[in-house]
């Protein structure tokens, strides 16, 4: 009776507000947290955090307000963020089977599914983990067959850079070459630096990651059914996929045209045996969909990450020409001007070596790593996660990490170098992340940088353009990355 003539005196007004009040406890009661979560900002209703940008530098400064741990929600998705090389380490290695998982990004889940490597879960992805690491094995990683097309690449390399006259951004030549190591394992050729198709392919590759990295094409995870009509940053995200994955399709398919299954060529011929062998088993998802999708993990994750740690590489040698001269001494004195540099090298060249792992560490090329999910109740430092919860290892700040690094934010090899002058491997350099979802390139990755590396300082001084001081400040996009800038080279 009392409702009934509340009710009745209401005008429209009231009843929208009445409404609104009910939503907001709605959504209050539905995102409330459980006793020991991790604390955060506080949340606006229905759309939670979505306007904390999200990339490692706010990660940062969050981190000095709410701890190590705190807490962040996008639309009604909570998420969590560690940070610091100890919190790190408990996530990624002591809890290893607790964030094993990938959460559903919907940004990346329209083009990857759920599917292939680097986001699938799961029976799924061990089995394409297993079947990728065997191959990249296989198929030379750690082996004389990869260090030789590394070794090739380093030659048209440096033929590119001698070709420049003038000042010149190395970034499209470096991403060529880098490329191509990925193209000779999974596409079984490489491509002419002049090649307009596969070039187009390598800048829709770039751009994508890019505008990954960029808060207004995450608005889409907040809510994909709404953006999914929207124009935006998402909708080219998404096209430059689309030409991606049908450039990959078309390559597929002229594989199954000429395959011979008792002589694989590369990775696309040894997974087309695979989905024989696994017919019975579909579970294990080895079908065309999945090689397309694990191709383009590989073409990702394999070329955008080593060449921004390149530039880096090159950004710190102009920087620091000092630390250049020291690089091309020893260099001079172990390898010297007469053969190319080999992995064998490595051993005797400590400063180089060092000089490369501080790169990677003060080049923190990709910060945030990927997220994880929480796939069960977990407790991490003194909070409670709760089961589905994504999680993000701040990889950058354990590189950064004050506690673990003499001289955090000064670009130094000392970092990696004893008293003797010996390289010496550090904890907390973790930049392929750690665990069992740690980066499957890094062993191919390493040897990229050191033969590039090497081989360009072998041939060339290089130097900053005149009258030009590049920014040690990067770019944030998916990886960090520097901002573009040109050189001077001088043949040796
Ligand atoms: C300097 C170069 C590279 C860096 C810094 C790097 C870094 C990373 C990082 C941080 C992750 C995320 C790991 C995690 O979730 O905990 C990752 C994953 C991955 N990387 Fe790399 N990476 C590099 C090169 C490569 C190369 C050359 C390849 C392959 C050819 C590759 C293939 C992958 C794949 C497939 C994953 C997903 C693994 C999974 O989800 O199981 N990466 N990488």
Redesign the pocket.
Known sequence: MILHLIFDSLDFKSWMVLILVLLILYDVFKNRNPSNFPPGPWPLPFLGTVFTEMDFKTMDKLTKVYGKIFSLRVGSEKMVVVSGYKLVKEA?IDHNDGFVE?PNVPLFNKTFKGIG???SNGYL?RMH?KF?VSH?RNFGEGKKAIELSIQQECVFLCDAFRVEKGPFNPQVILNSAISN??AC?VLGQRFDYHDERYQNILCLDTECVQLAGQTRTQLYNVWPQLFEYLPGPHQTLFANYKKITDFLRGEIIKHREDWDPSNPRDYIDTYLTEMQKKKSDPEAGFNIEGLVVTCL??VE??TE??TT?LRWGLLYMIKFPEIQEKVREEIDRVIGQSRQPCLADRVDMPYTDAVIHET?RFGN??PL??P?LAAKDTTLGEYFIPKGTAVT?S?SSVLYDPDEWETPHTFNPQHFLDDKGQFRKRDAFL????????????Q??RM??FLFFTSLLQQFSISKCPGEEPSLDGEIWFTYAPAPFRICVSPR
């Open positions: 990624l990938r490597i680097a986001l992805w983990r990728t990249l190591i990925v394992l993990d590989l994750a394999g990450t080593s740690t990677q090329t990709v790593g990927f994880k290892t990889l930049p392929f992340s750690a665990g069992k979802r740690a980066c499957l390139g890094e191919l990755a990229e940088l």
